[in-house]
């Protein structure tokens, strides 16, 4: 079993503009963003990581937007793909300055790996997680524990312990 989360609630999110850049929240989980950026642009989501976990969000760059996890009270310290939180609190979906965009469409999401599978068991890259999560995108859930069977497992060696005797078999 794994601990399934997807945290991102594009739903809850405001259409905004920021230097010249739209960003509409539509009602399927997704944003589209148009404009050419006249300043540096910003759409920041609030969001609380907890220190010390790690996350994986998902896509990083399209066509020009970048999406990255921030230090709100330093404004430093982006991330993306897989990292480790640190005091982070707020995703930014970014435009750089004069950059132009037209009807570019994201889906940001956003995986605690830690809660799912464990300090130390999560996987390292985003290319790992999508081995074994695929989809290009997937609804937002705060977490629930779901059954999962791990792929191409390998077992060798046979069962040690003799249950009559209630030693092993050495």
């Known amino acids: 079993s794994i601990a399934w989360n997807q945290l991102v609630k594009v739903n809850t999110f405001q259409t905004t503009t920021a ?101 130390g068991n999560e996987p390292a890259t985003v290319s790992e997680f999508k081995k074994i999560f695929p989809l290009d995108y997937y609804d937002y859930n705060a977490g629930e524990v779901i059954p999962f069977a791990g792929q191409n497992l390998v077992t060798t060696g046979r069962n040690q312990y003799n249950p009559v005797t209630g030693k092993a078999n050495l």
Request: charged share 10%; aromatic share 8%; glycine share 8%.
């Open 19 to 119: 230097g010249d850049v739209t960003y509409t929240v539509n009602g399927d989980g997704t944003i589209t963003i148009n404009g050419t950026a006249s300043s540096a642009s910003y759409m920041t989501v609030n969001f609380v990581f907890i220190e010390g976990h790690t996350y994986c969000l998902i896509p990083q760059n399209v066509g020009g937007v970048q999406i990255h996890a921030v230090n709100r009270i330093t404004w430093s310290e982006s991330a993306s793909g897989v990292f480790v939180a640190n005091n982070r609190n707020a995703l930014h979906i970014s435009v750089p300055v004069n950059t132009t965009v037209e009807n570019i469409v994201i889906a940001p999401q956003l995986f605690d790996l830690t809660l799912m599978f464990g300090s």
